[in-house]
Nanobody
Framework: QVQLVESGGGLVQPGESLRLSCAAS????????LAWYRQAPGKQRELVAT???????SYQDSVKGRFTISRGNAKNTAYLQMNDLKPEDTAVYYC???????????????????WGQGTQVTVSS
């Protein structure tokens, strides 16, 4: 099985920064693509940023220039650097990944999508 675990959320004031981490573990050969989503109270979950295995990134318009998604040096980790945070960024942030199933040396040929449990980000003065 595969687990995605997010960390790094918290309470910050407007204009401050946070870095979220996503660590994948389990039966993983690799990560095809990874995304960060967020869900604010009473709203639908929305896509924030994505990164492919080739390091191609894309962002929601509202976070362009403020957020940066990246892959970690440690295998199967990823980050979301969030700068100049605004109250409207308040949400639960989720990591989502398309995982190539297998081991470090063997790929089963299967790809499966997984979600993390989420981490709360609150931006308030």
């Amino acid at each position: 099985q595969v687990q995605l675990v997010e960390s790094g959320g918290g309470l910050v004031q407007p204009g401050e920064s946070l870095r979220l981490s996503c660590a994948a573990s389990g039966s993983i050969f690799g990560i095809k693509s990874l995304a960060w989503y967020r869900q604010a109270p009473g709203k639908q979950r929305e896509l924030v940023a994505t990164i492919t295995s080739g390091e191609i990134t894309s962002y929601q318009d509202s976070v362009k220039g403020r957020f940066t998604i990246s892959r970690g040096n440690a295998k199967n980790t990823a980050y979301l650097q969030m700068n100049d945070l605004k109250p409207e960024d308040t949400a639960v942030y989720y990591c989502n990944a398309d995982i190539l199933l297998g081991s470090s040396s063997h790929y089963t040929g299967m790809i499966k999508n997984y979600w993390g449990q989420g981490t709360q980000v609150t931006v308030s003065s």
